[in-house]
């Protein structure tokens, strides 16, 4: 049986915003539309999605936190807001936007605590603190107070807090966001070397979901667009977007025209829609031709694949 069972799950929420200074307009908005998948133990599952497409709504029902207005919901093979103190023993949770540790004490203080919450034996304790120190170096700020970290050592800390019980299913909800590349990719390689565990992992930013997870649920509005998996979802390709200045903004070389080069509002100037040959050989002719100032590639992979339409179920 599936660890997670997700069936035709569907929860509302009624939005209330002011009219004038008295009245109120209250409108039902739909954070997740009609959503069925199962997540089987030991899978490592990506689920993305823009702001507002239902990810964190979708996993607090997984919690147990919030109740599906309609369809069924088991993780566990059970009812999780009936048994969610139970689930709670074997479950590790991040959530990147709201902090486990205890404010004003030090790390390994809130460890010691968990230790205790969770009845984790000393040999255990101290062996897996050792083992996640390493892999996130964070040695360095066991002993400080919560309150002077830094954001990318809390996230560290929150990461090593959510595994010291060795729990069965790992819940990351946004755990990278605003995190310096160092630090991300730490927390990344961490997550690879994870085995024999459920992981759940929901962003915003493919890159990360696809370096960690092998199958990927991408939401779109509430609704589940596609359940694709990794490999799939690296085949597509996606179109690049190059913006760039010049020392010289009046010395763009007559030669880069035939790209479609735009010149933007603050004197920038972009060039659209090329796949990864064509940034190559723009990229070639611009140093060749220009001096440049500052150059930035984009690649909007999520936006792109979810207005290409992918549907359910196409692409495992």
Request: proline residues 3%; contains cysteine; glycine residues 6%.
């Amino acid at each position: 049986m599936a660890l997670i069972e997700v069936d035709h799950v569907t929860k509302q929420y009624v939005k209330v915003a002011k009219i004038g200074v008295v009245k109120k307009k209250r409108t039902l908005f739909t954070a997740v539309d009609d959503i069925s998948f199962a997540i089987e133990a030991g899978e490592k599952v990506g689920i993305v999605g823009l702001n507002g497409s239902g990810k964190s709504t979708l996993i607090k029902m997984m919690l147990g936190i919030l109740r599906a207005d309609d369809g069924t919901l088991a993780t566990f093979s059970g009812d999780p807001t009936k048994y969610r103190q139970r689930n709670a023993q074997r479950i590790g949770i991040v959530f990147g936007q709201r902090s486990q540790l205890r404010w004003d004490l030090p790390v390994y203080d809130t460890f010691l605590l968990n230790k205790e919450i969770y009845r984790i034996s000393k040999e255990d304790f101290l062996a897996r603190v050792e083992h996640l120190t390493s892999l996130l170096d964070a040695k360095d700020f066991l002993q400080q107070p919560v309150r002077t970290l830094s954001l990318g050592q809390r996230m560290k800390a929150e990461v090593m807090a959510s595994l010291l019980h060795d729990p069965e299913l790992i819940i990351l909800d946004e755990p990278t966001i605003g995190l310096d590349v160092v630090t991300k990719n730490k927390i990344v390689k961490l997550l690879q070397q994870v085995e024999g565990k459920t992981l759940l992992y929901t962003s915003h930013d493919l890159e990360d979901v696809e370096k960690i997870c092998s199958r990927i649920l991408i939401l779109d509005h509430g609704k589940l667009l596609t359940d694709i998996s990794a490999q799939a979802l690296a085949k597509i390709a996606t179109p690049s977007q190059i913006e760039f200045s010049l020392v010289d903004s009046a010395n763009l070389p007559a030669a880069l025209a035939d790209v479609g080069v735009q010149t933007l509002p603050n004197g920038n100037f972009r060039v659209a829609g090329l796949s990864s040959k064509e940034v190559q050989d723009f990229m070639r002719r611009l140093i060749a031709t220009t001096e440049l100032a500052s150059v930035t590639i984009a690649n909007k992979r999520l936006e792109y694949v979810i207005s290409s339409g992918l549907t359910t179920g196409g692409g495992q």
